[in-house]
């Protein structure tokens, strides 16, 4: 499935100059087709990190990111390592066409009690504290994981972050129990969460993948009912201050995207 982003925001018009297939929806907007979250076989993917933007762009993307998993100790032979990373690196500068086709690095933060979250344009990447709620052994786990609303992994990720200034989204947002630490938000990075997944394999959590309420699970953790957008619910997406701000992905322009199902 293929994202479109509409990155709104800018005040000079636009010339039909974009990225590649990339349209103008009005002033200072475009139009992009971008896949911002996929897995090679750097990580658990099924493909090439040699073919993928290559088989991307050909596929008719505009932008395209390569984000393999970071387990880290959970889930050592699925998990990217420096040696990776490196060659990431280089594999997106070769493919960057700047005016036509944007590649990017990046990665996907990964623990399978708390969340996955993909991070974008920075020049480092790390993989969650070892917990026994991930299938650490507890010897090798941390001693005290923390409270549901303040995980000491989560906490750890979001000082990291805090550090640097890389974009970043929640991911299938509900798989996972721990659900980010409750979508724990912390004010530092509101500027850069800049998206939200609303599909992933056969996953809908535009229409159907949140409970009655609002809630992302149900009182067991498992994801059910109303998605985001069922009859009546407005989503918003955005922040304040011309921040990023897209619909379906991330990418660096200020503005807003907002849309009701009724």
């Known amino acids: 499935m293929t994202d479109a982003l509409l990155i709104a925001?800018?005040?000079?018009?636009?010339?039909?100059?974009?990225?590649?297939?990339?349209?103008?929806?009005?002033?200072?907007?475009?139009l992009l087709h971008a896949?911002?979250?996929?897995?090679?076989?750097?990580?658990?993917?099924a493909g090439s990190a040699e073919d993928a933007f290559a088989s991307m762009r050909a596929a008719g993307l505009d932008v395209a990111a390569?984000?393999?998993?970071?387990y880290g100790r959970s889930?050592?032979?699925?998990?990217?390592?420096?040696?990776?990373?490196r060659r990431?690196?280089?594999?997106?500068?070769?493919?960057?066409?700047?005016?036509?086709?944007?590649?990017m690095r990046g990665f996907e933060w990964s623990s399978t009690s708390l969340g996955h979250m993909n991070v974008w344009g920075g020049d480092r990447w790390i993989e969650p504290l070892p917990l026994r709620s991930d299938g650490v052994p507890p010897a090798s786990a941390i001693p005290d994981e923390g409270p549901p609303d303040a995980p000491a992994a989560m906490l750890a990720f979001h000082d990291w972050l805090a550090a640097g200034d890389e974009l970043i989204s929640f991911n299938h947002p509900g798989r996972e129990r721990g659900r980010f630490g409750l979508f724990r938000y912390d004010p530092r990075l509101a500027e850069r969460l800049v998206a939200l997944e609303m599909f992933n394999r056969d996953e809908d959590y535009l229409f159907e993948g949140v409970g009655p309420d609002g809630d992302l699970s149900g009182p067991d953790g498992e994801v059910r009912g109303g998605g985001l957008l069922s009859p009546g619910r407005t989503l918003s997406a955005g922040s304040a201050g011309g921040a990023p701000a897209a619909a379906g992905g991330g990418a660096r322009g200020g503005g807003r995207a907002r849309c009701r199902r009724s």
């Not at 896949?35 to 993917?45: A, C, I, K, R």
């Not at 690196?89 to 590649?103: E, I, Q």
């Open 9 to 30: 925001g800018g005040d000079e018009p636009d010339t039909g100059s974009g990225v590649g297939s990339g349209s103008s929806s009005g002033v200072g907007e475009h």
């Open 35 to 45: 896949d911002l979250h996929n897995h090679t076989l750097l990580s658990d993917g």
């Open 66 to 70: 390569l984000t393999d998993h970071a």
């Open 75 to 85: 889930e050592p032979a699925k998990t990217i390592d420096d040696e990776g990373w």
């Open 88 to 103: 990431l690196s280089k594999l997106a500068d070769a493919a960057d066409d700047p005016g036509a086709f944007v590649a």
